[in-house]
């Protein structure tokens, strides 16, 4: 009998890459040189932000997607930051709402206006003071409007409700470095990869750990939820310091169900998921190549489908938002590439191949939308509930209907867990640590010379008191 290859039949076997012409890229951007691994992108349905290079404190651009081509040098920036900005997160329900975070230990909330901006923006809506070290990333909540989480350097993961611009709770439970934050569906459930080698899922209402792996044969690095199967998916090292994969049950990580190695290349993997599709995109930092798999709850678990090349190498990657894409051009899935040697945004499209100009409805399932299930007192109060959904079939155009209202918030401590977040907060940035070194030496000095003329004085007076004492009583 002759060997034969199995082919597994999928309707995601011939998806392919396709980039955008030249005209349709953003070019002339000072994408960050910042060697944190992180995206430094996010878009949305009307805007692109990016993370540039600044010369004191940090910034980034938001620019309006139909604005393609070069961007001018002078080009308007948010630049209320003192610190490089560390990570960027639209808000999923509110489009004009974007969250960042920096080296100067904040995390602000910024208020993008219609048509994008006109000048720099130093204001932000809100700023958010908590963490002592500087802040490596924001992720906002799957289903409730204003919660947000952000993980600092302080090994602590705060839960701010934005609606009182205070932090409501704080998980601390990580003794390293936080890498990366996944929710699962209905975001009741979270899980972290840390500095110190362990996998983590979290309830995050009460900080309770649930499950622990402790990865020392897959060193982990990024971790994604696979939609309600149930499942984790991390990117890490194995022992020979190849590239990895490894697929996890969220209610038993003991063992990963499965380890598969990639490559031998040294560059961080980034996982996508997409719950609708069932597909995973792998995607390495300085790569230049995007591999998709095929994700099922039977063995073998992962089932490799193709992979887009590119000789340009990418810094990051951000992803389009599913109501944002092109159902006509059945496109499942959208990047925009971060190519930082030309200073290219180039998106890249991922399309189903198919003959007809219908709606193609099996790979287009109802899908979430921008309306929250849930507001933060009701989440904070221990209900959960799923994300509500929406069809693709007439297209998305529907903005949001949603304002986001900035608390009044008066100058107080920020205690969390009983302890004062805020009290004795050191200083933010290494050029504020000398700042303020410089300043108490100077101060010291200061005070010592002060000191001095004070004792010059004192001998002077007791020099006075004890000439008087002997000088004979006058007549």
Sequence with gaps: MSWRPQYRSSKFRNVYGKVANREHCFDGIPITKNVHDNHFCAVNTRFLAIVTESAGGGSFLVIPLEQTGRIEPNYPKVCGHQGNVLDIKWNPFIDNIIASCSEDTSVRIWEIPEGGLKRNMTEALLELHGHSRRVGLVEWHPTTNNILFSAGYDYKVLIWNLDVGEPVKMIDCHTDVILCMSFNTDGSLLTTTCKDKKLRVIEPRSGRVLQEANCKNHRVNRV??????????????????????????????????????????????????????????????????????????????????????????????????????????????????????????????????????????????????????????????????????????????KSSKMVFKAPIKEKKSVVVNGIDLLENVPPRTENELLRMFFRQQDEIRRLKEELAQKDIRIRQLQLELKNLRNSPKNC
């Design 224 to 397: 994604v939820f696979l939609g309600n199967m149930k499942r984790l998916l991390t990117t890490g090292v194995s022992r020979w310091n190849t590239r990895q994969i490894a697929l996890w049950d969220q209610e038993d990580l003991s063992m990963p169900l499965i380890e598969e190695e990639i490559d031998g290349l040294s560059g961080l993997l980034f996982p996508f998921y997409d719950a609708d599709t069932h597909m995973l995109y792998l995607a390495g930092k300085g790569d230049g190549n995007i591999r998709y798999y095929e994700i099922s709850t039977e063995k073998p678990y992962l089932s490799y489908l193709m992979e887009f090349r590119s000789p340009a190498p990418q810094k990051g990657l951000g992803v389009m938002p599913k109501h944002g894409l092109d159902v006509s051009a059945c496109e499942v899935f959208r990047f925009y590439k971060l190519v930082t040697l030309k200073g290219l945004i180039e998106p890249i499209s991922m399309i189903v191949p198919r003959r007809s100009d219908s709606y193609q409805e099996d790979i287009y399932p109802m899908t979430p939308g921008t309306e929250p299930a849930l507001t933060p007192d009701e989440w904070l109060g221990g209900i959960n509930r799923d994300p509500v959904l929406m069809s693709l079939k007439e297209g998305y155009k």
